[in-house]
């Protein structure tokens, strides 16, 4: 087996001592850390970016970073309390029911054994009354924090543990993600072999079993046996509405996961959004189970509408609302709170997204400050994918709710990338800098004095580009200026063919004046006055002017 040296995710095991009676004993459950008061679990989930005041004097392009590392932002509220202790207690109860190499775990082994001679994944016989509470689902809207917070929690176990006197290795738990475009049962399979090959790199299991003629039942039989070898504390299948097929295939799946965690004694927890409903209703009761495991119904932050009152929503964006890193920041009043939950609806994901773009486009166009206006504008642009799912929760529409869950997500990560083209470009051309800006004429004139104009004239050209107001950015400023600064394009030359073929005028044609004038050798002038086309200036002015 693998040695804590030669595997990195490894610690080697150290035993403390277990209060509970049915834990006493169990060396699975002693090698893990020690139960915490909940002040020392909600500063364990805590994850907030490191702030100080002097941050707000950096160059823009280190702001725009610190605002990103809100991405991780995570103030423990009473639901992940909750849910951290859910986990705590999940994986203890089924570690209870296990043990090193006891005869229960050998006798797991030849039950799987026997389940692939029938070519099945598990026996039917193996179903246990006991082993069904150990199966659970946590259910949320999407941006509620569920996957944030389930990784922030298994933040506090090893991922591996070696216990060195019994040469094994222990996985406290396993998260799996189901991709966006669905899986399958072998699809699952493949991903417990990933993870496990990850995490134990000697196993090489994806080799050893992933067969291109083996089944789904097959491969899911010999993932159940890899879980059972590293004594997996709990399996999580996240995202499982992206559960391929449908009818009897997707009934079938659902079934043979529930029967993993009766024969193995390994809890499994489906988290997923409310379409994941329609899959987990085939087999289980997602309301009972959940809410027998400690894992609640994932809804939007509860508000109470006044800061002075707060419940969850006021609780998290006070808590949030102290990260800005613009040079203004905005004070957050009950009002404010307000408005931000009726744009995100309570939905911690989006107000992060929202807070973030703001305070971006503060830096980018200059204000250094946003306002309610600057927060509509990003819910209208950069965050405009996001409003059918907001109208349906709005409207209590579950059904509505289910049909928005396929719109792509944000990430916050496409989010910065945008923020910071547009930075590049402010940086580099001026690209975001708009002619009513201070800096637009001071630097639209040192340009143009680069280019070869005198001071004065570079700023009087500058200004007058400014005052029309018809362009965007330091470089197209520039240009425009520099059209100024062309003289008058000179007449084209005629062919001697166009000067011995004039051009037929029309007699009121005041180039005719200059054609008489030619062949008389009198003036324009003379001429034009002759037609009544020009007069004399005392005319025009008065006498004695």
């Not at 083209?421 to 708009?434: C, D, I, L, P, S």
């Amino acid at each position: 087996m693998n040695r804590p040296l030669n595997n990195p995710f490894a610690v080697e095991a150290r035993y403390t001592e277990q209060r509970i009676p049915q834990y006493r004993g169990n060396a699975l459950i002693g090698a893990l850390p020690a139960s915490p008061t909940d002040e020392q679990l909600a500063g364990q989930l805590f994850d907030v970016p490191e702030f100080k005041l002097e941050q707000r004097s950096w160059e823009t392009c280190d702001r725009l970073e610190m605002v990103s590392q809100l991405s991780t932002f995570l103030f423990p509220l009473a639901r992940h309390i909750t849910l951290a202790r859910a986990f705590d207690s999940l994986i203890k109860t089924g570690y209870a029911r296990r043990g090193i190499r006891t005869p229960e775990h050998i006798a797991t082994y030849q039950s799987l054994y026997e389940a692939q001679q029938e070519g099945k994944a598990f026996k039917n016989s193996s179903i246990r009354a006991a082993g069904a509470q150990l199966s659970s689902a946590l259910i949320g809207w999407s941006g509620t924090g569920k996957t944030s917070a389930i990784r922030r929690i298994f933040s506090r176990y090893p991922e591996v543990i070696w216990h060195p006197e019994h040469d094994i290795t222990q996985i406290p738990y396993l998260h799996i993600e189901c991709p966006h475009d669905g899986i399958s049962g072998k699809g699952l399979a493949a991903s417990i072999f990933r993870k496990l090959d990850q995490l134990v790199p000697d196993c090489n299991y994806s080799a050893l079993y992933q067969k291109s003629s083996a089944g789904a039942e097959t491969l899911l039989n010999n993932a159940a046996r890899a879980l059972h070898n590293h004594y997996v504390g709990v399996l999580v299948v996240d995202e499982i509405q992206n559960l391929k097929n449908a009818g009897k295939s997707k009934t079938s799946l659902m079934s043979l996961l529930v029967s993993c965690a009766n024969e193995l004694n390994v809890p499994i927890v489906f988290v997923g959004t409310h379409k994941a409903l329609n899959v987990l209703g085939i087999d289980m009761s997602p309301a009972r189970r959940s809410s027998a495991a400690g894992f609640a119904l994932w809804k939007s932050l509860e508000r109470s509408g006044d800061l002075q009152r707060p419940e969850e929503w006021e609780d998290f964006i006070t808590s949030l609302w102290r990260f800005q890193w613009n040079r203004k920041p905005v004070k957050l009043d009950t009002y404010l709170a307000n408005f931000m939950f009726e744009c995100c609806q309570g939905i911690p994901d989006i107000a992060i997204k929202l807070f973030a773009c703001a305070q971006w486009r503060a830096m980018l166009n200059g204000d250094e400050t946003f306002s309610i206006e600057t927060l509509d504008a990003v819910m209208t642009n950069e965050l405009v994918r996001a409003e059918p799912m907001l109208g349906a929760i709005r409207s209590n529409d579950p059904e509505a709710m289910s049909r928005y869950e396929d719109i792509a997500p944000l990430h916050f990560s496409s989010l910065l990338d945008d923020a910071m083209n547009a930075y590049e470009g402010v940086k580099q051309v001026g690209a975001a800098v708009t002619t009513g800006h201070v800096s637009f004429v001071p630097r639209v004139t040192s340009v143009l004095v680069e280019a070869g104009i005198s001071g004065k004239r570079a700023e009087s050209m500058a200004q007058k580009v400014a005052e029309e107001g018809k362009v965007v950015g330091i470089a197209e400023g520039a240009r425009a200026a520099l059209e100024l600064a062309k003289p008058p394009s000179r007449a084209r030359r005629k062919s001697k063919t166009e000067e011995t073929q004039p051009a037929e005028l029309a007699p009121d044609d005041y180039r005719n004046a200059v054609r008489k004038a030619r062949e008389t050798g009198s003036t324009v002038f003379d001429e034009l006055a002759r037609t009544g086309a020009a007069r004399p200036l005392d005319e025009l002015v008065g006498v004695g002017f």
